[in-house]
């Protein structure tokens, strides 16, 4: 069993920068891909980014690419999401999550754990 724990979210103006942090419990960090999802209000679950076990290979969506940076310390049990040049229409509840698939993975039905969720609100 893991738990995921998501802070750092909160309002920024447009072109701001936060970063959000999930920490997870058990002994088993280091053994799981990790990702981080988003939701609108009305919309779909949306992929943001993940990166592997060991933090050697992330994967982006497009809408972020070049803007978030994905990446872990399996020291501390924890992943990041660096968001930079933040938009508008970035604004949602982002939430962490974990799979036992220890490769980079974008669809939410292979994550096995999820957090709770972070409010990030973008103003223009």
């Known amino acids: 069993q893991v738990q995921l724990v998501e802070s750092g979210g909160g309002l920024v103006q447009a072109g701001g920068s936060l970063r959000l942090s999930c920490a997870a419990s058990?002994?088993?960090?280091?053994?799981?891909?990790m990702g981080w999802f988003r939701q609108a209000p009305g919309k779909e679950r949306e992929f943001v980014a993940t990166i592997n076990w060991s933090g050697g290979s992330t994967s982006y969506a497009s809408s972020v690419k070049g803007r978030f940076t994905i990446s872990r310390d399996n020291a501390k049990n924890t992943v990041y999401l660096q968001m930079n040049s933040l938009k508008p229409e970035d604004t949602a509840v982002y939430y962490c999550?974990?799979?036992?698939?220890?490769?980079?993975?974008?669809?939410?039905?292979?994550?096995?754990?999820w957090g709770q969720g972070t409010q990030v609100t973008v103003s223009s």
């Open positions: 058990g002994r088993t960090f280091s053994s799981y891909a």
């Open positions: 999550a974990a799979s036992r698939l220890t490769v980079t993975v974008v669809t939410t039905t292979s994550y096995d754990y």
